[in-house]
């Protein structure tokens, strides 16, 4: 069945790289888009950014200068780097993925990133 | 980008009651409108796509319509299961970008 689960650190210090890490299984990362949202805590969502399924990335334009998605279809993985972290990027960091022109339709569980120091 | 208005940001209802939340976008969006349910402390899910279509496995308690820039979604004889907030997502345009949210609870 199609599953997505994130994972990464929790705890990142200000000014300091995120890492997160998607790993899907189910489907195919060349037949389907992986987005990456996140939600500030009990705030709404955020779309960050998306590499299709054909290997390209587009991310928001208030994250791009921070923001960096890629892949590893081999494993089935997709990551997230973002730098210059600050307290108000702390949030929940969700993968999910849709079909060109989707929406959507499965979504990984969340990973809680903290800004701290 | 496209700006999603949803409201109200928060309802009270008792069970067995009919809702609906409203969702306004700043354009035309042709219907290319989602709405997600997210349980609490669960990560969102797709109950509504294409406006008016339901998702595999939603009751069919839940309802969408409208067009142009209105939408809204309808949820009839509420449950306690449904206590949740509710986003709607308009993928016309990129970036998709989601509502505020709508938190339904118990009355």
């Known amino acids: 069945q199609v599953q997505l689960k994130e994972s990464g650190p929790g705890l990142v210090q200000p000014s300091q790289t995120l890492s997160l890490t998607c790993t899907v299984s189910?489907?195919?990362?060349?037949?389907?888009?992986v987005h990456w949202v996140r939600q500030p805590p009990g705030k709404g969502l955020e779309w960050m950014g998306v590499?299709?399924?054909?290997?390209?990335?587009d991310y928001n334009s208030a994250l791009k200068p921070r923001l960096s998605i890629s892949r590893d279809t081999s494993k089935s993985q997709v990551f997230l780097t973002m730098n210059s972290l600050q307290t108000e990027d702390t949030g929940i960091y969700y993968c999910?993925?849709?079909?060109?022109?989707?929406?959507?339709?499965?979504w990984g569980p969340g990973t809680m990133v903290t800004v701290s120091s | 980008d496209i700006q999603m208005t949803q409201s109200p940001a928060s309802l009270s209802a008792s069970l067995g009651e009919t809702v609906t939340i409203e969702c306004l976008a700043s354009?035309?969006?042709?219907?290319?409108l989602a709405w997600y349910q997210q349980k609490p402390g669960k990560s969102p899910q797709l109950l509504i796509y294409?406006?008016?279509s339901l998702n595999d496995g939603v009751p069919s308690r839940f309802s969408g319509s409208g067009s142009g820039t209105q939408y809204s979604l309808k949820i009839n004889s509420l449950q306690s299961e449904d206590v949740s907030i509710y986003f709607c997502?308009?993928?016309?345009?990129?970036?998709?970008?989601f509502g505020g949210g709508t938190k339904l609870e118990l009355k």
């Open positions: 294409y406006a008016n």
């Open positions: 590499i299709w399924s054909g290997g390209n990335t």
């Open positions: 997502q308009q993928n016309y345009d990129s970036p998709p970008t």
């Open positions: 189910g489907f195919s990362l060349t037949s389907y888009n």
């Open positions: 999910n993925r849709n079909w060109d022109g989707g929406y959507f339709d499965f």
């Open positions: 354009e035309d969006i042709y219907s290319n």
